[in-house]
């Protein structure tokens, strides 16, 4: 394992053009970025992606940008958005990807605080959407429309993608020019938190901060050269930033775009990843997956890896509490995992994957040993997009289960005096972009960053997390109760796609259970209910008393304060558009107390 000091030796210097260009001359006919799954994907090599960012950066320049200047991008997952992206840097332009989930007042909050002066839009979707709030940004010299057949006629502010790619003819000595100016501690980019608990704030990036992230989790779980992986989540979200754009020109991997949710699984099977992070609803769903094709095994086979699960669950609880693995058990677990469980995970396309990490949200422990039980063992990492994502990271030779890792070399962590924790470290990303373009640092005067998270450090080093500093409910007897606990519990429950704990200020502890679309018909049907949709699931008797069984479940292991007095059955499902959750699936907890406010009330009557 690396070392803090080999670490930081070997992102120094380092910017992200800088790569690129190494990358394009070193491995200049391998793949790097593949569009599409399926025979209608297109891949460009490291070569053809550099000379298509030096041909969008010639552009952008003659459009008037200049360093320090921000701009906006709203495109779906696809090469240019990449392309713009790289290319903006290559300026020493700001790029921040926008969620395509925001309303028009949120896309005019941003557009305004960011006082970007150029806004690439993909096509009429877009348009449309942002159409409402042009004509009151005063910065915004000019829209790039990538298909232009959608841009309205007669705005003199619209200009094609392709017009501004093909404005300048080739100058290779300005481009290197362009990279060679670039510097580790350059604003590199600009995310917009989700805004779980307020108002989003823009969070500044430097090339250091994406870098030191990138290589201290090469280093940490390794994967092979060049690895694959696939890019399915938001380019807003800070964790696709990291893993589907600068990681692979940290590490020359190939990355495929997975276009549309629906195509998940399609791209696993195709792409066979050797690296994958996903919210906990992502492994959720692959381990109900597994569990859906074990159930299908005859009874010869259902022994054999019975007994592999066995074998593996046994080791994998071992490393969590830091024993050594008995020698009589690594043998026969290496044998059974190549003849029974890699044909089980090849069906899913996760044969190959080496590093598996879950963020963001807290991951049913029942969950991580189910799959660790089929060789697939996820480990927890924790951050925020202030600290460039994982803070954090659990590996295989080091975790515990419930817990998140320990912090990565260089980086610290420690407990307030309020058990808030405090992060210090490489990652610790520049300060918070304000109205005026100043960027505002948001550590104390040792360099610690507050993170909202409420947790402990234990002699391991190993970092728990118990809850958000803002969110802990105090009930009205004064108790304070950390509401991810509870809802972590109930979430275990396959009919459960999202449970939300209520009882701040209120006498006692109740919850919202939000059916799983994917989920809880499938369950229906293995529990002879056919023919009714969620709406008529969320009524359903049996699966009402299926839910009154987790939720006691749930409360058997918690305190008397903790437990659930009474919960309700949602239909949902609930999602970033209905309101409820952020573009990565954490819940609004102040939006679902406005949205559900009788519904709520009447658990308290």
């Not at 952008?60 to 290319?87: F, I, N, P, Q």
């Not at 460039?388 to 590996?395: L, Q």
Request: net charge negative; proline share 6%.
């Amino acid at each position: 394992m690396a070392t803090a000091e080999q670490l930081y030796e070997s992102v120094e210097g380092l910017t992200i053009p800088a790569l690129l260009r190494r990358n394009a001359q070193r491995f200049a006919e391998r793949p790097a970025l593949t569009t599409g799954i399926g025979p209608d994907a297109g891949t460009l090599s490291w070569s053809q992606l550099r000379a298509e960012v030096a041909a969008l950066t010639r552009g952008l320049t003659a459009l008037g940008l200049k360093r320090g200047d921000r701009m906006l991008v709203a495109m779906s997952k696809r090469a240019e958005h990449w392309v713009t992206d790289l290319a903006a840097i290559h300026v020493g332009v700001l790029p921040c990807s926008t969620y395509d989930t925001l309303s028009t007042e949120q896309i005019g909050a941003v557009a305004r605080h960011s006082a970007a002066t150029i806004l690439v839009l993909e096509g009429k979707e877009q348009l449309e959407r942002w159409q409402p709030i042009l004509q009151d940004q005063p910065n915004l010299r000019a829209v790039v429309v990538l298909d232009w057949d959608a841009a309205p006629p007669h705005d003199p502010r619209l200009v094609s993608y392709a017009a501004v790619r093909g404005a300048v003819p080739p100058d290779d000595a300005a481009f290197e020019a362009l990279t060679d100016a670039v510097t580790p501690d350059q604003p590199l980019a600009l995310v917009y938190t989700s805004g779980t608990t307020g108002a989003p704030k823009g969070v500044v990036l430097s090339h250091r901060n994406v870098i030191h992230e990138s290589l201290m989790q090469d280093q940490l779980v390794p994967v092979p050269e060049h690895p694959r992986s696939v890019a399915y989540l938001p380019l807003a979200h800070i964790a696709e930033r990291v893993l589907g754009i600068y990681m692979p020109i940290c590490n020359a991997g190939h990355v495929t775009i997975c276009p549309e949710p629906d195509q998940f699984l399609s791209a696993l099977l195709t792409v066979r990843p050797q690296g994958l992070f996903g919210v906990p609803r992502v492994w959720e769903k692959l381990a109900a997956g597994l569990k859906a094709r074990l159930a299908t095994l005859d009874e010869q086979q259902s022994e054999a890896v019975a007994q592999a699960q066995k074998i593996a669950l046994e080791v994998y609880r071992l490393r969590s509490e830091g024993k050594d693995i008995p020698i009589g058990l690594v043998e026969p677990l290496e044998q059974l995992d190549e003849q029974v469980m890699r044909p089980l995970r090849k069906a899913v396309g996760l044969e190959d994957c080496r590093r598996a990490f879950s963020g963001a949200a807290p991951i049913p422990a029942a969950v991580l040993e189910f799959l660790a039980s089929v060789g697939l063992p996820v480990y927890e990492v924790w951050g925020l997009s202030e600290t460039t994502g994982a803070a954090t990271v659990s590996t295989p030779e080091v975790f515990s289960l419930g817990s998140v890792g320990r912090a990565g070399p260089g980086i610290e962590v420690r407990e307030a005096g309020d058990g808030e924790l405090l992060v210090r470290g490489p990652v610790v990303f520049l300060g918070y972009l304000q109205a005026d373009g100043r960027i505002e640092s948001a550590t104390d005067a040792e360099g610690w960053l507050p993170t909202g998270d409420v947790g402990t450090v234990d002699s391991r080093g190993l970092v728990t997390i118990t809850d958000r500093k803002k969110e802990i409910i105090i009930t009205d007897a004064g108790k304070n109760i950390a509401p991810t606990r509870i809802e972590t519990l109930l979430r275990a429950h396959p009919l459960v796609a999202q449970a939300v704990a209520i009882g701040d200020r209120r006498r006692y502890v109740t919850a919202l259970l939000v059916l799983d679309e994917d989920m809880a018909p499938a369950w229906a049907r293995a529990n002879g209910i056919d023919g009714c949709d969620l709406e008529a699931l969320s009524r359903h008797p049996v699966v009402l008393s299926a839910l009154d069984e987790a939720v006691a479940e749930a409360n058997a292991v918690l305190s008397r304060a903790e437990q659930v007095k009474k919960h309700l059955v949602l239909a949902g499902p609930w999602t970033a558009e209905s309101g409820e959750l952020t573009p990565k699936l954490s819940l609004r907890r102040r939006a679902i107390d406005e949205l559900h406010a009788a519904t709520i009330k009447s658990m308290y009557t």
